[in-house]
T-cell receptor, first 113, second 113 residues
Framework: GAGVSQSPSNKVTEKGKDVELRCDPI?????LYWYRQSLGQGLEFLIY????????KSGLPSDRFSAERTGGSVSTLTIQRTQQEDSAVYLC???????????FGPGTRLLVL | GNSVTQMEGPVTLSEEAFLTINCTYT??????LFWYVQYPGEGLQLLLK?????DKGSNKGFEATYRKETTSFHLEKGSVQVSDSAVYFC????????????FGKGTRLSVIA
C-alpha cells in the first residue's frame, strides 16, 4: 500500500483480556518495528523484524508481549492478560532494507480499563 | 548505551518567533540523527535527518546541523507558524542501519497567533 496501516485505530479492553494489534507495512519493506508511546515514557522500542531473520525482542517489557510477522509482510502484536499500564499508543514502522528512514503508521491507541 | 536528551516542553511561541529545540545525544560510533514531528491527531512523520558530522538537514523551513564536537542536533526555524504546533522528537539510529530508533521524550510546541 501507499503507507503503513494499523488496525484497529482504537481499542478499549478490560484488564486481563488479550488483544491483537495489526500492522500492514509498505509493500516491499523488509524491516518492521513496533514501538510504544506512553505518557511519561516517551517512545520505546518493542520488537524488530528483518526479513527471515529471528526477530530482535530485546524491547519487549514482559513475556505477556509477543509478535509475529507472517510471510514477511503483515505483523501482529499480541498482549496477553492486559494490565492498565499497557495503555499506550502502539506504533508500527517499516523501512526498506539498507535504508534508515522509518515510516510510521498512525498507531493503535489501547486503553485497558 | 545510546540515548537522546531534548529540552522539555511545552514551548509556547507567538507566530513569526524564532524556534530552537535543543537535542543532545550519547552514542557509540557515528549515528544518524533525525527529527520526527507528530501533528495533532496524526502519526509520526520524518521532518529532517543528517547522517554524518556537519551535515545540515532541512525541510519546511526547519534546520538542524549534526555537531559531532558537541554531540548535538538542535532544531531551528526562523519564523514559526500556527501550523507548526506539534510534538517534535529527536532520534538517533546506529550507523549500521536497520536498527531501532532511540527517541528523546519529545517537545510539545504551541504557536499562537
Amino acid at each position: 500500500g501507499a503507507g503503513v496501516s494499523q488496525s484497529p485505530s482504537n481499542k478499549v479492553t478490560e484488564k486481563g483480556k488479550d488483544v491483537e494489534l495489526r500492522c500492514d507495512p509498505i509493500s516491499g519493506h523488509t524491516a518492521l518495528y513496533w514501538y510504544r508511546q506512553s505518557l511519561g515514557q516517551g517512545l520505546e522500542f518493542l520488537i524488530y523484524f528483518q526479513g527471515n531473520s529471528a526477530p530482535d525482542k530485546s524491547g519487549l517489557p514482559s513475556d505477556r508481549f509477543s509478535a509475529e510477522r507472517t510471510g514477511g509482510s503483515v505483523s501482529t502484536l499480541t498482549i496477553q492478560r492486559t494490565q492498565q499500564e499497557d495503555s499506550a499508543v502502539y506504533l508500527c514502522a517499516t523501512t526498506a532494507g539498507g535504508l534508515e528512514t522509518q515510516y510510521f503508521g498512525p498507531g493503535t491507541r489501547l486503553l485497558v480499563l | 548505551g545510546n540515548s537522546v536528551t531534548q529540552m522539555e516542553g511545552p514551548v509556547t511561541l507567538s507566530e513569526e518567533a524564532f524556534l530552537t529545540i535543543n537535542c543532545t545525544y550519547t552514542a557509540t560510533g557515528y549515528p544518524s540523527l533525525f527529527w520526527y514531528v507528530q501533528y495533532p491527531g496524526e502519526g509520526l512523520q520524518l521532518l529532517l535527518k543528517a547522517t554524518k558530522a556537519d551535515d545540515k538537514g532541512s525541510n519546511k523551513g526547519f534546520e538542524a546541523t549534526y555537531r559531532k564536537e558537541t554531540t548535538s542536533f538542535h532544531l531551528e526555524k526562523g519564523s514559526v507558524q500556527v501550523s507548526d504546533s506539534a510534538v517534535y522528537f529527536c532520534a538517533l539510529i546506529r550507523p549500521s542501519g536497520n536498527t531501532p530508533l532511540v527517541f528523546g521524550k519529545g517537545t510539545r510546541l504551541s504557536v499562537i497567533a
